[in-house]
Structures are given as structure tokens and as C-alpha cells.
T-cell receptor, first 112, second 118 residues
Framework: DAKTTQPNSMESNEEEPVHLPCNHSTISGTDYIHWYRQLPSQGPEYVIHGLTSNVNNRMASLAIAEDRKSSTLILHRATLRDAAVYYCILRPLIQGAQKLVFGQGTRLTINP | DTGVSQNPRHKITKRGQNVTFRCDPISEHNRLYWYRQTLGQGPEFLTYFQNEAQLEKSRLLSDRFSAERPKGSFSTLEIQRTEQGDSAMYLC????????????????FGAGSRLTVL
């Protein structure tokens, strides 16, 4: 399974943007980049995914480097409810590769 | 649809006892996954079903663990002769293969079943 590297923890202030980095230097051409987050006492929830182009949805934006060896999840205006562990996961688009392989993620703390 | 439902939410048992967890996935999802998560770690994959067929099992799933999805709907995860090392959160997720080629195949997780083995 392709590996991702994320900082163990990050801290930001409420109502400020947050940029969560992820390195995936061994990414292959058919790997999608997925982000999930896990709020306290809950299961992980899907945030966003992309392949090559930057992506936006109501929760966040995903900026993907041109060489695809890194990506950044952007929370445009953090709230206290965004405090969670954020996981960056590579998901191969090949037959049989159904599971998600989680790392340890980045624990995001939001200060009021 | 209320999402993925897991029961019980909490289970405390004595070492050596058997426990069973149930997962009710989103009704139109044909794929179901079990994960285990210990404190401070990311979820670890245990097993995966497509409909009623168990297609992949992790090495983590020892012979004391068995998972079933008899009619391709709900699933059960049974742990026999529990050990203290089995204490963890057991997470269930489901997904549809409808968006497979778009790279989505988003997993929807339940809130988990927390097991404490004394």
C-alpha cells in the first residue's frame, strides 16, 4: 500500500484558514488522494478526494501538487467543530483494492 | 436512511468470554468493512464483504475472530475467548460500487462499538 506522511499535530485559531499537508512521494498514476476526518468519539467521515486537479466542496478544498507527490487539505475558515484527526489516504483505482489504509493522521486543534 | 448503525455501542466483558457486534449498513450499499481502532492509532482494516461474500481478511483477523454477512445486508463480528488485547473500538463502514470508476467509493462509517476486556 502506498504510504502517506502527515504531521502528528497542528494547531490553528478559530475563523482562520488551515492548511493540512500530506506527502505521498510514492504515489502511482492510478492512486486517488482521499481525506477523511474523525471527530472525537465518532467514526471517520469522508471529506474530499481528487486525482490531479484541485477540488472544492462544501467542507474543504484539496490542492494537489503538479507532480502529485504532495497535497494539502484546506479548511477555509476553521471552527471549533473542525477539531479532529485528519487522515490522508491513497486509494488505488484497481480491481480488488477496496479497503482504505489509514495512517496515524494529523490531530488538529482549534483555539477559540 | 440513518446511516451505518452499530450495536452495542459499548461492551464490557471478562477475559475468555465471547462477544458479538452487529452492523447495519446503508441499505443500498453492497460493500461492508470492519476496522479496529486502538487509542491514538488510525483504524486498522480487518475484513471486507461484497454482498454476502467475504473477499478479504487481514492477518489481524485471528482464528478467534469471525465475521459474517449472511444475506448481504447486516453483518456480525464475533470474538471468541476475548483477551485484554482485543480491547478497542470496532468500526463498521459501508460503500456502494456505483462511483468506483470516479475514484470515489466513499466509505460511510458507523460510530463504532467500544469493547473493554477486563
Amino acid at each position: 500500500d502506498a504510504k502517506t506522511t502527515q504531521p502528528n499535530s497542528m494547531e490553528s485559531n478559530e475563523e482562520e484558514p488551515v492548511h493540512l499537508p500530506c506527502n505521498h512521494s510514492t504515489i502511482s498514476g492510478t492512486d486517488y488522494i482521499h481525506w477523511y476526518r474523525q471527530l472525537p468519539s465518532q467514526g471517520p467521515e469522508y471529506v474530499i478526494h481528487g486525482l490531479t486537479s484541485n477540488v472544492n466542496n462544501r467542507m474543504a478544498s484539496l490542492a494537489i501538487a503538479e507532480d502529485r507527490k504532495s497535497s494539502t487539505l484546506i479548511l477555509h475558515r476553521a471552527t471549533l467543530r473542525d477539531a479532529a484527526v485528519y487522515y490522508c489516504i491513497l486509494r488505488p483505482l484497481i480491481q480488488g483494492a477496496q479497503k482504505l489504509v489509514f495512517g496515524q493522521g494529523t490531530r488538529l486543534t482549534i483555539n477559540p | 436512511d440513518t446511516g451505518v448503525s452499530q450495536n452495542p455501542r459499548h461492551k464490557i466483558t471478562k477475559r475468555g468470554q465471547n462477544v458479538t457486534f452487529r452492523c447495519d449498513p446503508i441499505s443500498e450499499h453492497n460493500r461492508l468493512y470492519w476496522y479496529r481502532q486502538t487509542l491514538g492509532q488510525g483504524p486498522e482494516f480487518l475484513t471486507y464483504f461484497q454482498n454476502e461474500a467475504q473477499l478479504e481478511k487481514s492477518r489481524l483477523l485471528s482464528d478467534r475472530f469471525s465475521a459474517e454477512r449472511p444475506k448481504g445486508s447486516f453483518s456480525t463480528l464475533e470474538i471468541q475467548r476475548t483477551e485484554q488485547g482485543d480491547s478497542a473500538m470496532y468500526l463498521c463502514a459501508s460503500s456502494s460500487n456505483q462511483y468506483y470508476r470516479s475514484g470515489a467509493n466513499v466509505l460511510t462509517f458507523g460510530a463504532g462499538s467500544r469493547l473493554t476486556v477486563l
